[in-house]
């Protein structure tokens, strides 16, 4: 099989004697979209802010393609490709949504960041962003600023933010929250397009979306990985149906 | 008489109208769904109810009490707890804290927000910045349920917690409506589990009430036509 | 250099540590858990330290006049509460530099309107007269020790209002969120003027006890307000805790820098060049402390984690 | 032509307007506020962009200021007693040149500027606030003490510095020196403001964890920006020493950052010209209202007070409603 | 007579504000008894800051046109205002300031000081050290140039030995740590020169703390205006001045009079240099017009005035040469005041006017 886009190996965390991710090992491969489930608080977002590099792990390893990125810094590991959306929505607030998306575009493009020539009205920048913005579902909010958004808004705008960066791999952390049942079948069928661009790392617990998106689960629980396989399986596994599903499955 | 009625309220963000006509009563016990497609204006009614939007038009009355003046601790005084949209935990203060700042005397208390949520004791002295999202949300609901409110209102109260939790948290909720005697007014983005706890539906469309109904009467083509699918 | 007057000096750190944390109690309430910037605290200091003048004067008893430093510094504190900060909670802290940066010039102006330009005279109460003999035949004025006890009193009163109350979580959840502590029923508005006239009336109290063994005059609360801010930066915003143990350490560096920098200059050049250069280094300490603290630990000694 | 855009042109206008008026009326009194608005305007342009644009509140720019200040004071008066600056290793000699001492001023203030920042940057909020503090203050010791320029007394320059072509003594060629150097100093501002840097530094102002998931790190974007900002207030610095032949600590203390600040919110953080106008009003009340009264502080703190409370976004927000730049 | 304009920059507003209004009022009041109605008053408030000094001179000499100007109290202030005033060919007339760059090298033609070269009262405290029979001084001043001028100028007389020699920092408060080193010294005397607010807290706490050396200052932190906030920590101590209330000559004794009768207060050291300035200048004016500034200089050069210290003349830097005397701190009812107890240094100079080159 293919190389994997990103891998994680043996990646640990502790805050005191709380191991928030306990050897976690999974890769994310090409053209899928690798659901990543488990009770609050068992880790999930912590693994994404590791992988992000937000914090550090304190052993294990993560690569991107070949190279190994855990001694690089957020905005690195973000310009070689590792896009995520926020799990409670975190946009510049006075921006409106498109200058939000082009700041994005701006980050993305790897230029050196102009002290003179203007940003506003370069198409360079504007033209992408609008594309995205549509994508997301946001199509004539472009003026509205980020913080006169409603909530559900906001959350399209992370998922518009993560488009813009182009990225080799998403991680989306609950992208489906605060979407109404309109906003999730969209974000579904658009996610869904999606893996052939980049794979997904999704932390969702909107099961609906999950069952219908994953090509593989992983589940995770007090910071360890209990279990991985696909959606038959993973809806099958008795012990994650007590610990997490409930009579959902 | 209803336990809280709205009457054609308005009301703007600056000059920009978000609420255009919303009317809604929730009886003494009753539980009113709140349904809209994002940007409809759920929230800034809700804001408008425990008043942290001032209202311009039309009239709010929660039992008896006009809330055209009061302040908000005077409204949330009156029994209006309220689980805000995006959690909105004190961030700096510790899961203990954060209970006890809301505290007002009835039987919910430390206790019985512990076994409600036992995550939530064995993570007592942490603050709530580092919680995870969902321990978050359990937060807000046990700090609304520390007021003892008569009115309980949650704003996307389920999001971002794990199946089961959420299915614990609708069981709870309905307890809390046959035991408690709790009124409560709920937006949530499950239609389904809405219809198993729901007395009534009402539907905003554009800051505007369209339309409002009993469960069974909202039909698919009603759910088509106001949420989109 | 003796044992006996290194250990003096350490003293006479510790003490100035403590009188800096009086100075700064009502500013770590205000700005550490309230969060709002008031540069006027200082001025508070000032009505303090003329009320309890005045009123000392007139009476002739410097306990009625410390009442009414407490009345009158409380007082102001409330009504600037009430018709400005109030207003200002929920703006950027830039209009609340702006806005009570106005109030230091009304209040500096109004209180040399009132008293005119000269000093006022404040001394001690008899009681509190003189100096005693500590072991080690250390003379220590007695009423610097009164001062200690003051702001060890002051600062356990703080620790446990602010720590282990209700009502402190409930400022602090104020201080993140006023919007939502309101929506849980508190009387955000209410509490907080109380809170800040609390503030104000300790600086107040700071300026009174202070007062009477430096100069009361129309100015008097700048260097104050500089300090008060170093002391709870170095201690870490929010923590009472930190702002004592940051004010000793202010103190202890202060005294033993003027003291030894000077001594140890002196070892190695002409003695007249020495004290120079080693004063111009002591005054410069307190921020050489303030900057290497904040270097390596960006949120204070005792801040929550960036 | 946004509202914003026609007030301040307004605004330069004026201040052009009232220096040629005073000139014409023979009252050079006027057209030397008028350069010491320009002037004050040029440091606040300066503070705005790391203030303003960035969210760093310095309250160390005082620190550059009188570095600017310091360096023409410096330089002026050893070109006038011609003992060189140094002689080992190499020979630098003093010099009354602007087109010299300019740059100067600011590669000082940006050395300062960057040495600052590259340790302050690290922290945020209220501590950023008294880290900057903490540095100007210890340069402000500094200069007290430090007998060579005359410590508190200052540094008496006596005549002005050269700019070829131009009467510098003449106050109004000397106001045209500086409002043409404000002018560009504002023209920089905005095409910072709209490029694609002043995005960045936008964002990382609202949300520093955003603009690291989008790839840009806000440490680098910030000290760039507060090292510029540290270059233009520098230059102002210099201007100020030539306005009043005469140099002292008092440049580089505390309440100078104080006063920079409280120009840049008066006239509105963030605005373009809201320094401008911010100096304008500050100075223009500051000589009016001492004729009045002995205690003329008082009413200026409640004018102030009232700015504050009536008109948040400052004059340039009151007038010109709309959002700050950026 | 032509009408003369004089323009006045004095601190008016904010901490130091008593001097400047106090220097201000002497004048006045000169102005006032003298019935000088050709004399047109422009009196501006420099704040304390330098570069507002160096503007409001700009105004004054641009816009209004004076021929005269005076009023500055601080050193460092008159360093950026006086040397450009008369270099423009204006006369400034120092009311308080006296620093030694202006007596010495910087002199000038039409710069005259009507109070004294900052070193004189510490001199003369030096002087006043010998003949009491001090042998070892304690000494401590602020860590600026004034500062070191003053114990430069104690030592300048002073023969005993140092017991210590301390700066300390400029808006100091709080002398724990210095007072714990004069205990420690074994010093027998204390000279210190801490102006304003500075001298008030370490006399206080040097009450406080037991130490009974004697204390020796220049008056500046014994004047009528601070002394009050002093209280009995000041009682006894000697202090120096060229001035005080008690000197027995006719203008003197008129003078605090009229001071307290039009103002309802004692007058202060810094009202008697106001107000010997303006009778200075009224003395040259009688005799020539600042428009005619030969004449002038050479009417104001001869000091032909009644000076409230008795005997004034001007050595050849146009700096006094007076009699400076010790005064000891007392309480008179209710007031505390000085008393005169003897003379330090008779017809004193200064040390810089050999340097000065007119
Ligand atoms: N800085 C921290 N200090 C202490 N504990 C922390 C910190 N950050 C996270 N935790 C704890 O680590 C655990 C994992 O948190 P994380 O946010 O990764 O959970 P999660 O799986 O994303 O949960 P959710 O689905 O509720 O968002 C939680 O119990 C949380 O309280
Ligand atoms: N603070 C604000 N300032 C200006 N406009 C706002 C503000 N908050 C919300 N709005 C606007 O008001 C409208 C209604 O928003 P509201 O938050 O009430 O929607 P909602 O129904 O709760 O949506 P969601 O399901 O996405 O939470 C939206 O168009 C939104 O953009
Ligand atoms: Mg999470
Ligand atoms: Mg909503």
């Known amino acids: 099989m293919a190389e994997p886009v990103l891998s994680v190996r043996g990646l640990s965390k502790s805050f005191g004697a709380l191991k928030a991710t306990d050897d976690v090992t999974l890769t994310l491969k090409r053209g899928e979209i690798h659901a990543l489930i488990g009770p609050n608080g068992a880790g999930k977002s912590t693994l994404i802010r590791q992988i992000t590099g937000e914090i550090r792990q304190d052993s294990g390893e993560i690569r991107l393609g070949e190279a190994e990125i855990s001694a690089l810094s957020t905005q690195a590991r973000a310009r070689r490709g590792l896009a995520r959306s926020f799990q409670v929505s975190s946009l510049a607030p006075e921006f409106t949504v498109l200058e939000n998306v082009m700041l994005a575009v701006a980050g993305a493009s790897g230029r050196r960041l102009g002290l003179i020539r203007p940003a506003t009205g370069d198409g360079a920048l504007t033209t992408p962003a609008r594309r995205h913005i549509a994508r997301a579902g946001l199509e004539g909010r472009e003026n509205a600023r980020a913080a006169d958004l409603s909530h559900g808004e906001r959350r399209s705008l992370e998922i518009a933010m993560a488009l813009a960066l182009e990225p080799v791999a998403f991680l989306l952390d609950e992208p489906m929250a605060g979407m109404g049942p309109e906003g999730s079948e969209r974000l579904t069928a658009l996610l869904s397009g999606l893996r052939a661009q980049a794979p997904i790392l999704l932390v969702e617990h909107d099961m609906d979306a999950v069952f219908a998106l994953a090509d593989r689960i992983s589940v995770l629980v007090y910071g360890a990985l209990i279990a991985t396989g696909t959606v038959e399986e993973i809806r099958a596994d008795a012990e994650v149906r007590r610990a997490y599903l409930g009579e959902e499955g | 008489m209803a336990l809280l009625e709205l009457e054609a309220v308005t009301a703007f963000y600056g000059a920009s109208q978000a609420l255009f006509g919303v009317g809604l009563t929730v009886g003494e016990g009753e539980c009113l769904a709140l349904l809209g497609r994002n940007g409809m204006g759920k929230t800034t009614t809700i804001r408008a109810i425990t008043r942290m939007l001032p209202h311009r038009g039309g009239r709010i009355v929660f039992d008896g009490h006009d809330l055209g003046r009061l302040p908000s601790h005077r409204a949330a005084q009156l029994g209006i707890g309220l689980v805000p949209e995006g959690r909105r935990c004190f961030p700096n203060l510790t899961v203990e804290e954060n209970l006890t700042a809301a505290a007002r005397p009835g039987p919910w208390d430390r206790a019985a927000v512990a076994r409600l949520f036992p995550r939530l004791e064995e993570r007592r002295r942490q603050r709530a910045a580092s919680l995870s999202g969902g321990e978050q949300q359990m937060l807000a609901i046990g700090r609304a349920l520390m007021t003892n409110p008569r009115l309980l209102i949650l704003d996307e109260a389920t999001e971002g917690l794990a199946p089961v939790v959420r299915q614990e948290i609708w069981v709870a909720i309905r307890k809390l409506k046959s035991d408690s005697g709790f009124a409560i007014l709920v937006v949530d983005k499950s239609l389904k589990e809405l219809r198993a706890v729901a007395d009534r539906f009402s539907v905003l469309e554009k800051g505007e009430s369209v339309w409002t109904g009993a469960g069974d009467s909202l039909t698919g083509d009603l759910v088509e036509r106001y949420l989109g699918v | 250099m003796s044992l006996i007057l290194l250990i003096e000096q350490v003293l006479n750190g510790l003490q100035l540590g403590v009188m800096l944390f009086l100075m700064a109690a009502g500013l770590t309430l205000v700005f550490g858990v309230m969060g709002l910037i008031n540069l006027a605290h200082g001025s508070l200091y000032m009505v303090g330290a003329f009320a309890c003048a005045a009123v000392a004067a007139a009476t002739g008893s410097f306990w009625l006049g410390l009442a009414a430093s407490l009345a009158a510094a409380a007082g102001a504190g409330a009504l600037v509460e009430i018709t400005v900060i109030r207003r200002l909670y929920r703006r950027d802290h830039l209009d609340q530099v702006l806005a009570t940066f106005a109030l230091i010039l009304i209040f500096s102006e109004s209180v040399r309107w009132l008293f005119g330009s000269f000093p006022l005279y404040l001394d001690t109460p008899p009681l509190l007269a003189g100096a005693v003999t500590l072991p080690g035949g250390i003379e220590y004025p007695l009423y610097r020790l009164a001062i200690i006890v003051a702001g060890l009193v002051v600062a356990t009163g703080l620790f446990l209002l602010i720590g282990r109350t209700r009502l402190g979580v409930r400022i602090r959840a104020g201080e993140s969120d006023r919007e939502m502590i309101a929506a849980l029923g508190v009387d955000i508005d209410r509490l907080y003027t109380a809170v800040f006239a609390l503030g104000a009336a300790l600086a107040g109290f700071a300026g009174a006890m202070v007062g009477a063994i430096q100069s009361v005059q129309v100015g008097m609360g700048e260097p104050v307000l500089i300090l008060a801010f170093v002391v709870i930066v170095i201690g870490g915003v929010g923590s009472i805790k930190g702002a004592l143990i940051g004010a000793i350490l202010v103190g202890v560096t202060d005294t033993l820098g003027r003291f030894l920098l000077p001594i140890a200059f002196g070892a190695v050049m002409e003695p007249s060049a020495a004290t120079a250069i080693g004063a111009s280094l002591a005054s410069m300490l307190i921020y050489i402390l303030m900057a290497l603290v904040l270097v390596f630990r960006p949120t204070g000694l005792f801040g929550a984690g960036a | 032509m946004s509202r914003e855009t026609a007030l301040n042109a307004a605004l330069l206008l004026g201040l052009l307007g009232v220096a040629l008026v005073a000139m014409a009326a023979a009252e050079p009194f006027i057209v030397t506020l008028a350069t010491k608005v320009a002037i004050l305007a040029l440091a606040g342009v300066g503070l705005n962009i790391a203030l303003g644009l960035g969210g760093m509140v310095s309250f160390g720019h005082a620190a550059f200021f009188g570095l600017g200040g310091y360096a023409t004071g410096v330089l002026a008066s050893h070109a006038l007693n011609y003992e060189p600056l140094m002689e080992t290793p190499i020979l630098i000699e003093g010099t009354t040149q602007m087109l010299v001492i300019w740059p100067v001023a600011m590669a000082l203030s940006g050395v300062a500027a960057l040495a600052i920042g590259a340790l302050s940057l690290r922290t945020s909020g209220i501590f950023f606030i008294m880290i900057t503090l903490a540095f100007a203050q210890m340069i402000y010791y500094f200069a007290i003490s430090w007998p060579a320029y005359g410590g508190e007394d200052g540094l008496s320059i006596y005549v002005r510095s050269e700019f070829p072509g131009l009467d510098t003594l003449d106050p109004i060629q000397f106001f045209a020196i500086c409002f043409a150097l404000l002018c560009l100093a504002l023209l920089f501002s905005a095409m910072l403001a709209r490029s694609r840097f002043g995005l960045a530094l936008s964002g990382a102002r609202q949300n520093e964890a955003r603009l690291r998931a989008v790839g840009i790190g806000p440490y680098g974007v910030r000290l760039i920006a507060f090292v510029i900002s540290g270059m233009i207030t520098g230059l102002a610095g210099a201007l100020f020493a030539d306005l009043n032949r005469f140099v002292s600590p008092s440049m580089l203390d505390w309440h100078t950052s104080g006063q920079i600040i409280v120009f840049v919110i008066l006239g509105g953080v963030g605005r373009l010209c809201g320094p401008v106008a911010g100096a304008g009003l500050y100075i223009l009340l500051e000589h009016n209202l001492g004729g009045l009264t002995e205690f003329w502080q008082a009413p200026f703190g409640l004018l102030l007070l009232l700015v504050v409370l009536f008109a948040p976004g400052g004059i340039i927000g009151l007038l010109a409603r709309g959002r700050r730049h950026g | ?358």
């Open chain 5, 1 to 358: 007579a032509e009408q003369v304009k004089v323009g006045m920059i004095t601190t008016l507003s904010g901490g130091g504000a008593g001097l400047g209004i106090d220097v201000r009022d002497g004048f006045l009041l000169a102005l006032k008894q003298a019935g000088a109605s050709d004399v047109e008053m422009i009196i501006e408030d420099d704040q304390r800051k330098p570069d507002v000094a160096v503007q409001l001179s700009d105004k004054m000499i641009q816009s209004d046109k004076v021929d005269i100007m005076t009023g500055i109290i601080w050193s460092n202030l008159a360093m950026a205002v006086a040397p450009g005033a008369v270099k423009q060919g204006k006369f400034y007339l120092s009311p308080n300031a006296g620093p030694s760059a202006l007596a010495g090298k910087g002199c000038d033609k039409n710069y005259f000081n009507v109070a004294w070269q900052n070193d004189n009262l510490h001199e003369a405290a030096g002087a006043y050290a010998n003949s009491a029979g001090y042998e070892k001084s304690f000494i401590l001043a602020p860590n600026y140039p004034a500062g070191k001028d003053a114990l430069t100028g104690y030592k300048r007389f002073f023969e005993g030995d140092y017991a210590g020699e301390v700066y300390t920092k400029l808006g100091q408060t709080d002398y724990a740590a210095e007072i714990a080193q004069i205990r420690a010294s074994g010093a027998d005397s204390v000279f210190f020169f801490l102006p304003g607010g500075m001298g008030i807290a370490f006399m206080k706490q040097y009450a406080q703390s037991g130490v009974d050396i004697p204390l020796i200052g220049p008056a500046f932190s014994f004047d009528q205006g601070i002394l009050q906030a002093v209280g009995d920590a000041a009682l006894g101590v000697k202090n120096t001045s060229q001035w005080s209330k008690d000197i027995d000559n006719e203008t003197n004794k008129a003078f605090v009079a009229s001071f307290q009768e039009e103002y309802g207060r004692l007058p202060s050291l810094y009202a008697s240099q106001g107000f010997d300035t303006a009778n200075l200048m009224l003395s040259a004016l009688k005799v020539a017009q600042p428009s005619d500034a030969d004449a002038f200089r050479a009417a104001l050069e001869t000091a032909d005035f009644a000076s409230t210290r008795g005997d004034f003349k001007f050595g050849p830097n146009h700096h006094p040469i007076q009699d400076i005397y010790v005064r000891e701190v007392i309480k008179e009812g209710d007031v505390f005041t000085n008393k005169i107890v003897g003379v330090a240094l008779e017809d004193h100079g200064d040390a810089y006017a050999a340097e000065c080159k007119m």
